[in-house]
């Protein structure tokens, strides 16, 4: 009897054993994540190299916080990041294309593009099946590259309407303005047809039009002429080398009125107007579609694990990095598609909701080159 | 001729080699522009084809975005931005020919200048962005900074040569020879030992000449005076023998009487032999008095008179009371040698006839004027003032050395020249900085 005993314990310990075994592999099996490749695209000034340098350490921090606050939320989900980084030339804005087109190639689920409207443009041709999504542009030319290619920033028409205005406010009724607009730039020269029907429909009166092009302005195209005019502001809706220059000459040579920017003029942190010491002497305000970065971040849902992270850079890019893994988060856990085919599938039904211009339009200050936050006012139109 | 200093004939001789090295510069900086301007073209073509790859690739990136994109105006904005003279898009040039390469260099484009012509990627539809630049000429690619510094090494250089070596002909040449000048009066003295080795040879040289010079000189002296002298006792002697032959009586009181003619005329020509000589050796001692200069040529021209009309010489004078600072017995022994030579001079010609005028004038000066109608100074001019140059078969040749001592002892100066209104001689006493 005791043999017998003997046996059962041991059949009985071997069984467990195995049942043991068996439960470990499952429970492994169940555990494995499903890898969401993540590629973050972005355009680096090479010709400022200090600034390019800061804004690139920022970008990877960024990404780096974000994927550290929501890496647990995901893989309790069944999913784990596959973050990568690129970064180009951006006067050569062609790579924007190839390097969507190359991260198509490689699996990735969602591409997150360039700021710049004419680079995002190029680079959602790259990326035909794969869903895109921009931190900052703002060509209405955006909303109509498909329901796979979306941005967080509110668009230029909503963006340009504030700015009116806002304009208004300041300079009064019928108050007459001059604009100066970059041709080569793809979202300033759609900001600044925005600005004029909205500004029209409010009674500001548009005195004359200066077309410039490239970074290297000569003067006499726009000074004189600017003066002779006599507007009470001039609409400056430029990348930030090209404002920050305009502005300086126009403010040397007597010009007195004020300046109104669209997101092309940079933060506090990054771009040619803050800390211009040419601008002494300038001022205006300028409008964006992210907040001050205290506002911005008490606005998602993960705020309590950001805010914590002593790294956590405060510019607007990062802001939008966090809201974009965030958003991209939150989308993965609810609709939980198994591919590359089944999330482009959720993105384009379900995408608008996530990735949108959460924060409204955000007006900034400018005095003496100084950019500061002043309020953000809730968006009107429709993504 | 009017004499050269030694600063500016070490200009002329320096100025020879500077212009060689200027020519020499200018030649190599014209020659090197010349090199670069062969290559600069090849350089250009090259450095184009590099900025066809960015032009190309950034016209590319306004070509995809269609009407949203600004390919003109990005390529009017790259020309200015990477000083080129011309960039457009469009399909490839005729001249740049049929390669079917992505990028070619175009020959002979119509203005001369380099044009390259590369084909924009990704496009199904051939598109090319072709950029041109202006070739620089010889003229542009001189390096001015080169040939301005140069030029100013060059004359850096020149200047300091010319100083440094200014000094040192003087420290070396000009000095000494002063020096040697000074204790050419002296006897022999020991030469320093930095002089130069050709002036050292020089001094023993100058020495030995003095030396024979001085032997020349008392030479002459004692040859010149002892014959005057010999002329002037001849008659004293023969008178005294004569006196001395006939006993005492009538006879006798008349050749004592020849020898008392003889005695009274010979002695005083016999001291102003002497004197003269002796003048001739030593520095003339003079005592100013503000006395009227005219009234002191008188009296030098009335002791010549009985010379002058014996002569049959016409003396004219235009003299006006002129007060004066000056020694009158001096000067008078100047004034009537000059003045008895002169009518020994005129003696030769048809009209004889001498000149004597004071003259004020502005830019040297008081002058005392004699002319002649003589002959001239003809080859005596030079060396006129040397003691023992004399046309007198009897002269020692001192007189006019003892007139120009006298002369500049009255801080005044004696020159001779020919007269241009008579023909003959013209001595010049100039008191300068002294106006009547």
């Known amino acids: 009897m005791k043999h017998i005993y003997f046996l059962s314990a041991v059949t009985t310990w071997l069984c467990s054993a195995n049942l043991l075994a068996n439960a470990d592999v499952n429970v492994a099996k169940s555990r494995q994540l499903t890898p969401v490749k993540i590629v973050f695209v972005e355009a680096l000034a090479p010709r400022d190299t200090t600034s390019s340098e800061r804004f690139r350490n920022d970008y990877t921090t960024a990404i780096e916080v974000a994927k550290n606050a ?39 689920w969602l591409l997150i593009g360039p700021r710049r409207s004419n680079h995002y443009l190029l680079f959602a041709q790259g990326s035909e099946k794969v869903p895109t999504v921009s931190l900052m542009a703002s060509a209405n030319d955006v909303s109509a590259l498909g329901d796979i290619h979306l941005t967080l920033s509110p668009l230029n028409s909503e963006m340009a309407r504030v700015a009116a205005t806002e304009a208004k406010k300041k300079a009064g009724k019928a108050a007459g303005y001059v604009s100066i607009v970059s041709q080569d730039c793809v979202s300033c020269v759609d900001f600044e047809k925005n600005f004029d029907q909205s500004a029209k429909a409010i009674g500001l009166r548009p005195l004359g039009r200066i077309a410039v092009a490239g970074e290297n302005l000569d003067p006499k195209t726009f000074v004189s002429q600017t003066l002779l005019l006599k ?153 | ?43 250009l073509e090259s450095d184009l084809i590099e900025k066809s790859q960015i032009i190309a690739r950034r016209l590319l990136g306004e070509v995809l975005l269609k009407d949203k994109g600004s390919p003109e105006l990005v ?42 012509s590369r084909r924009l990627p990704m496009l199904t539809n051939p598109t090319y962005a072709t950029i041109s630049a202006k070739p620089p000429t010889v003229l542009e690619l001189l390096q001015w900074r080169i040939l301005v510094l140069s030029a100013a090494v060059i004359g850096l250089l020149l200047g300091l040569g010319l100083y440094f070596q200014n000094r040192a002909l003087r420290w070396m040449v000009v000095l000494p020879i002063e020096d040697l000048s000074e204790s050419a009066a002296a006897q022999a003295q020991s030469v320093p030992v930095h002089w130069p080795k050709e002036l050292q040879q020089l001094s023993a040289r100058l020495d030995e000449a003095f030396l024979k010079r001085d032997e020349a000189l ?26 001395a032959e006939h006993p005492i009586g009538e006879r006798r009181t008349k050749r004592l009487e020849m020898l008392q003619t003889a005695t009274q005329s010979g002695l005083p020509k016999i001291l102003r032999t002497l004197e003269t000589a002796l003048d001739s050796s030593r520095q003339i001692k003079v005592e100013l008095n503000e006395r009227d200069l005219a009234e002191t040529i008188r009296d030098s021209l ?135």
């Not at chain 2, 070490?10 to 060689?20: C, D, E, N, Y």
């Not at chain 2, 040039?93 to 002979?108: A, L």
């Open chain 2, 1 to 43: 001729m009017k004499p050269v200093s030694i600063r500016r004939i070490l200009v002329r001789a320096w100025i020879f080699p500077a212009i060689l090295a200027t020519i020499a510069v200018i030649a190599a900086t014209v020659g090197m522009a010349w090199i670069e301007y062969r290559n600069s073209r090849a350089h």
């Open chain 2, 302 to 436: 009335a002791a010549l008179q009985p010379m002058a009309d014996a002569r049959r010489v016409e003396i004219r004078s235009s003299l006006r009371t002129t007060v004066i600072s000056h020694d009158s017995v001096q000067l008078s022994r100047a004034i009537s040698n000059l003045a008895k030579n002169a009518i020994e001079a005129a003696s030769e010609a048809q009209s004889p006839l001498v000149e004597l005028k004071i003259s004020n004038n502005p830019q040297s000066g008081l002058e005392i004027i004699v002319s002649d109608n003589g002959q001239g100074l003809g080859d005596l001019r030079d060396g006129l003032f040397r003691s023992f140059r004399s046309t007198k078969k009897h002269g020692t040749g001192l007189g006019l050395v003892v007139s120009k001592k006298i002369i500049e002892a009255h801080r005044a100066t004696l020159s001779a020249t020919e007269s241009e209104s008579l023909g003959g001689a013209e001595f010049r006493i100039t008191f300068r900085g002294v106006n009547s």
């Open chain 1, 231 to 383: 507007p009470k502001f001039v609409l400056l809706p430029n990348y930030s080398k090209v404002s920050s220059s305009v502005m300086a000459e126009l403010t040397k040579a007597g010009l007195r009125a004020f300046y109104v920017g669209s997101d092309g003029w940079g933060d506090s942190k990054f771009g040619f107007v803050q800390n211009g010491i040419d601008l002494v002497g300038a001022h205006g305000f300028t409008v964006r579609g992210y907040p001050s970065f205290e506002q911005g971040i008490s606005r998602l849902p993960i705020k309590d694990l950001i805010q914590q992270n002593q790294n956590l850079p405060k510019s607007g890019p990062a802001l939008g990095i966090i809201g974009a893994l965030s958003s991209t988060t939150e989308l993965i856990c609810r609709n939980r598609p198994k591919n590359l085919s089944q999330f482009a599938s959720v993105f384009a039904t379900k995408g608008r909701s996530s990735f949108s211009a959460r924060w409204g339009v955000s007006t900034f200050n400018m005095n003496d080159g100084n950019i500061s936050f002043s309020h953000a006012t809730k968006a009107k139109a429709k993504l």
């Open chain 2, 75 to 116: 390529a009017q904005s790259l020309t200015v931005d990477l000083d080129l003279a011309e960039v457009f898009l469009g399909n490839k040039p005729e001249n740049c020919g049929e390669s079917t390469s992505d990028v070619v260099v175009c020959q002979h484009s119509s203005n001369g200048y380099a044009q390259v």
């Open chain 1, 70 to 108: 929501l890496e647990g939320r995901l893989s309790k989900c069944g999913y784990t990041f596959d973050l990568s980084t690129q970064f180009y030339d951006a006067s050569d804005s062609v790579q924007a294309k190839e390097l969507a087109t190359k991260a198509s190639k490689e699996g990735a």
């Open chain 2, 218 to 243: 008392m030479g002459q002296i004692a040859g010149g005076v002892i014959h005057d002298i010999k002329t002037f006792l001849q008659p004293i002697w023969s008178a005294s023998l004569l006196a």
